[in-house]
């Protein structure tokens, strides 16, 4: 069965500090993968989506980044923190665009 | 670009009664809507989908309806329980790898 692992569950990081969020998915392969964020009482904003390996594609301007290394492997990167990017942030994969999404269970980043 | 509506944040109701929540949507249907339940400081976690050429999915208590002439879906949870209490989301798919999410609707059955 498939399966999608997100770390870390929670992170505090200062302001003006890196980033680096990993997710990767196990008994698939070529998935769609996607970043999503959320912020509280909100709904899921897209980030970044990627249909294989190097192709990355970016819905929302901003210091944020993400890479695909792997089929796999879905990194989303910051090299200076904002306070603007404290939120739930939620990696997905799907097979298909006619398949739901399964989401990993989500990194809550405090940005102090 | 789309924008979702869903009724209202939150929906209180008591434990054997049906749910009944409202998805609206602007501008072109979708080619699929699907539906998401969202417990507190957890991942969305995927329900039902539904297409666009279709009017009804039904899963166990849980039914869908999707009306593109009023640009509208309906969820419902019958004989709710306590447990069936989260965030529910709708979600747009324009074919396009571009899953929209709504706000959500939060309900809590009371026993």
């Known amino acids: 069965s498939q399966t999608i692992h997100q770390w870390p569950a929670t992170l505090v990081q200062p302001v003006g500090s890196p980033l680096s969020l990993e997710c990767t998915v196990e008994g698939t392969s070529n998935p769609n993968l996607y970043w999503y964020r959320q912020a509280a009482g909100r709904g899921l904003q897209l980030l970044f989506y990627s249909v294989g390996i190097g192709q990355i594609s970016s819905e929302v301007p901003q210091n944020l980044s993400a890479s695909r290394p792997q089929d796999r492997q879905f990194i989303l990167s910051s090299k200076k923190l904002l306070l603007s990017d404290s939120g739930f942030y939620l990696c997905?994969?799907?097979?298909?665009?006619?398949?739901?999404?399964?989401f990993g269970s989500g990194t809550r980043l405090t940005v102090v | 670009s789309q924008k979702i509506e869903q009724n209202s944040e939150a929906l209180n109701i008591q434990e054997g009664k049906t749910a009944t929540l409202t998805c609206n949507y602007t501008n072109y249907s979708p080619a699929y809507l699907q539906w998401y339940r969202q417990d507190p400081g957890r991942g969305p976690v995927f329900l039902l989908l539904?297409?666009?050429?279709?009017k009804e999915k039904r899963k166990e208590r849980l039914k869908v309806t999707f009306d593109t002439t009023l640009k509208q879906s309906l969820f419902h949870i019958t004989a709710s329980q306590p447990a069936d209490s989260a965030t529910y989301l709708c979600?747009?798919?324009?074919?396009?790898?571009?899953?929209?999410f709504g706000a959500g609707t939060t309900v809590t059955v009371r026993a």
């Open positions: 539904i297409r666009e050429n279709e």
């Open positions: 979600a747009l798919d324009m074919n396009d790898y571009k899953l929209s």
């Open positions: 997905a994969w799907s097979g298909s665009t006619n398949y739901g999404y399964t």
